[in-house]
């Protein structure tokens, strides 16, 4: 069973930066894509952005996010981060890691999950 652990999350101010980390226990096909996620209170969860290992390692992102959010990947380390700057309070929110077999934008195609790391942006 791959396991992926989530870090980094915590209180930042408006217009801050942030990096997030997710490392996978174990590379596998199922693990080919690694992304992120985010569920604020109240809200379905949200698709931030994804990485593909077998696509050259080109993230793509959300358009929420698209221009402040950034994926670099390690493939080394089967660590993916989540680079986040010009943050704003609309982005707090518990931010959770992902890996599955193709980079898309659907919740329900992943199969692995991490524990969630919740980010709070103060005003």
């Known amino acids: 069973q791959v396991q992926l652990v989530e870090s980094g999350g915590r209180l930042v101010q408006a217009g801050g930066s942030l990096r997030l980390s997710c490392t996978a226990s174990?590379?596998?096909?199922?693990?080919?894509?690694m992304g992120w996620f985010r569920q604020a209170p109240g809200e379905e969860r949200e698709f931030v952005g994804v990485?593909?290992?077998?696509?050259?390692?080109?993230?793509y992102y959300a358009d929420s996010v698209n221009g402040r959010f950034f994926i670099p990947g390690d493939n080394t380390k089967n660590t993916v981060y989540l680079q986040m700057t010009s943050l704003t309070p609309e982005d707090t929110a518990v931010y959770y890691c992902?890996?599955?077999?193709?980079?898309?934008?659907?919740?329900?195609?992943?199969?692995?999950w991490g524990q969630g790391t919740q980010v709070t942006v103060s005003s």
């Open positions: 992902a890996a599955g077999r193709r980079a898309v934008p659907r919740w329900s195609e992943y199969d692995y």
């Open positions: 174990e590379r596998t096909f199922r693990t080919n894509a």
């Open positions: 990485i593909s290992w077998w696509s050259g390692g080109t993230p």
